[in-house]
Structures are given as C-alpha cells and as structure tokens.
C-alpha cells in the first residue's frame, strides 16, 4: 500500500503545462483513426509525448494477450497494460491481443492503455512521486493529458 503521504501527493499533482508539437497530434489522432496498428506506431505516439515533457524516451512493447482472470465462466480483471521498472530498465508494455478470441485491441483502445502507462512513468520519472497509484489525481493526469493532445 502507497503510504498516505504519496497518495496526498499524487492527488495534488497536475502535468505541467507543456506545448504539445504537431508531431504529437498528428501521431495520436491518425494513430486513432488507423484501421490496424502497430509497434511502431505506438512507440512513435510515446516518443513524441516524452519528447514535449522533456522526459528521456520509454521502450514500447506491443505484445501478447492481455492476462485475466476466469470467474463463472466470465473474464473478470483483464490486465490491458503494464508500466515496470526492472534493475533501472524501464519499459511499457501494451498487451495485443483479447483473452478469449486473441483479437488484436483496437487502435483507440491501444492508445488509452499507452497514456494511462505514460501517467505511471510520469509518476516515476518526472514527478519522483515515489510510487505510482490509481487514485483521482492520476485519472485526473490521463484526462489533462489526453486534453492537451487531441
Ligand atoms: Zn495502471
């Protein structure tokens, strides 16, 4: 558990206000709008973000099928994406493929998942919040964020 001193803070926090490029924009809408998309693509929208935040870039992984859970013949807690920190190695992986037909995620999804794992680097690495936990303020982030993009 986030001790409360960190749960305070994350809640308090808000992006700064950055100019968000071109690039970004062009990258994340037709990025959206694509019929399939890719490792490439996905890791084009995260270097671009990174990029306007003047934060040191994150390998993007777009693989897999997202783990979860079989309860009552129902999936229940789908793991749709993952941020890790492992030895000082940082990585952001998107899971691609559903649990049940192994269909690949749609586009928009795919991207939502890669802002809500670009919050938790954030959190790390340019807040130093210490931890990186699903309360209001990191919702509130991914919202703020999406807004200044789009
Ligand atoms: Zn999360």
Do not use: W
């Not at 492992?86 to 559903?98: A, M, W």
């Not at 998942?113 to 209001?136: A, K, N, R, S």
């Amino acid at each position: 558990m986030a001790s409360k001193k960190i749960y305070n803070e994350s809640n308090n926090t808000t992006l700064p206000i950055v100019s968000i490029s071109k690039k970004t924009k062009d990258s994340y809408n037709n990025g959206r709008n694509l019929l399939s998309i890719t490792q490439k693509d996905l890791q084009n929208i995260a270097n671009n973000i990174c990029d306007d935040f003047d934060i040191m870039r994150i390998p993007v992984d777009f693989s897999g099928i997202q783990p979860s859970k079989i309860y009552n013949n129902r999936i229940s807690r789908k793991v749709l994406g993952r941020y890790s920190k492992i030895c000082g190695f940082e990585k952001i992986r998107v899971f691609r493929f559903s649990p049940k037909q192994k269909k690949q995620i749609a586009p928009k999804t795919t991207i939502e998942v890669l802002l809500h794992e670009l919050i938790h680097y954030f959190d790390m690495e340019l807040f130093h919040l210490g931890d990186t936990i699903h309360c209001l303020g990191f919702h509130k982030r991914i919202s703020q964020l999406r807004d200044m993009i789009k």
